[in-house]
């Protein structure tokens, strides 16, 4: 009978660390997908007058491909906007 007892407080415990783990995560994603949401918007405001169409467009398309990113994969999608930034000639921190 004590070792049922122990079993299910083993578990229990098992459930409870694994559940903290998950909520920090969860929390530490939501931080980086602001983040990419950030640099996404800071995009769209920077200035771009001094680029050349072909670069601007190409720097265009790679910040909307972070964008979406942002989303599903808001690690990548800080990548590709951080890319965009460099090929735009830009600082993105």
């Given at each position: 009978m ?71 994969a ?7 906007l ?12």
């Open positions: 004590r070792l049922i007892y122990m079993r299910s407080t083993v578990l229990l415990g098992a459930l409870a660390v694994s559940g903290i783990l998950a909520g920090s995560a969860f929390a530490a994603d939501l931080a980086l997908q602001q983040h990419c949401e950030a640099l996404a918007t800071r995009f769209k405001t920077a200035d771009t007058s001094h680029m050349s169409a072909d670069k601007l467009e190409t720097a265009r398309r790679q910040a909307a491909h972070g964008e979406r990113l942002c989303k599903s808001p690690e990548t999608g800080v990548k590709a951080d890319l965009a930034f460099k090929d735009a000639g830009l600082t993105s921190n």
